[in-house]
T-cell receptor, first 114, second 113 residues
Framework: AQKVTQAQTEISVVEKEDVTLDCVYETRDTTYYLFWYKQPPSGELVFLIRRNSFDEQNEISGRYSWNFQKSTSSFNFTITASQVVDSAVYFCALIPYTLGRLYFGRGTQLTVWP | DVKVTQSSRYLVKRTGEKVFLECVQDMDHENMFWYRQDPGLGLRLIYFSYDVKMKEKGDIPEGYSVSREKKERFSLILESASTNQTSMYLC????????????FGPGTRLLVL
């Protein structure tokens, strides 16, 4: 079965705090692709990152970083020095290679207070 | 810069009306998708298309149909709108190969009265 679990439904932090959003996935495929999307209050899903299962290198993009660990089937997302504009719902998603379709987690609502 | 547009951000319709939601992408993508998003249910795939005039059912196709006459345009049709189709509808597109990144439009919030 294909599944993406985001156990944190809601997180609240104060500006400048670091915050980590957890994502755990399940798939029988050995080749798969993982994604993070951001959905601000306006509603559009904004693509943030794509990783394939053969690339376990962590990635940093400005204040954003991603930690991919195949051993624990996790693909966690950290925002450093959070800002009010980071407030959004964040979705983790999975495409198993043999199925070729996107499976979403339920999302984590992040609220950053000034 | 990738661009997916949807014809309306907000739409109010009456029960029984025929509703057309339009989606256009300018990235020459082969694949296009329609999802609906509901609180507590997450994003669910309604239909997708991997080529002009081709369509495949997703998880919840009942009550919907689609049309793809041109590569850049994918329409979602509610044949007879019902109140349980009140939702946020999101269109996406991706390059050839269903493992590619999907890029989403701004969404249409549909209210059926």
């Amino acid at each position: 079965a294909q599944k993406v679990t985001q156990a944190q439904t809601e997180i609240s932090v104060v500006e400048k705090e670091d915050v980590t959003l957890d994502c755990v996935y399940e798939t029988r495929d050995t080749t798969y692709y993982l994604f993070w999307y951001k959905q601000p209050p306006s509603g559009e899903l904004v693509f943030l990152i794509r990783r394939n299962s053969f690339d376990e290198q962590n990635e940093i993009s400005g204040r954003y970083s991603w930690n991919f660990q195949k051993s624990t089937s996790s693909f966690n997302f950290t925002i450093t020095a959070s800002q009010v504009v980071d407030s959004a719902v964040y979705f983790c998603a999975l495409i198993p290679y043999t199925l070729g379709r996107l499976y979403f987690g339920r999302g984590t609502q992040l609220t950053v207070w000034p | 810069d990738v661009k997916v547009t949807q014809s309306s951000r907000y739409l109010v319709k009456r029960t029984g009306e025929k509703v057309f939601l339009e989606c256009v992408q300018d990235m020459d993508h082969e694949n296009m998708f329609w999802y609906r998003q509901d609180p507590g249910l997450g994003l669910r795939l309604i239909y997708f298309s991997y080529d002009v005039k081709m369509k495949e059912k997703g998880d919840i196709p009942e009550g919907y149909s689609v049309s793809r006459e041109k590569k850049e345009r994918f329409s979602l049709i509610l044949e007879s709108a019902s109140t349980n189709q009140t939702s946020m509808y999101l269109c996406a597109s991706s390059a050839i190969g269903l493992k590619e990144t999907q890029y989403f439009g701004p969404g249409t919030r549909l209210l059926v009265l």
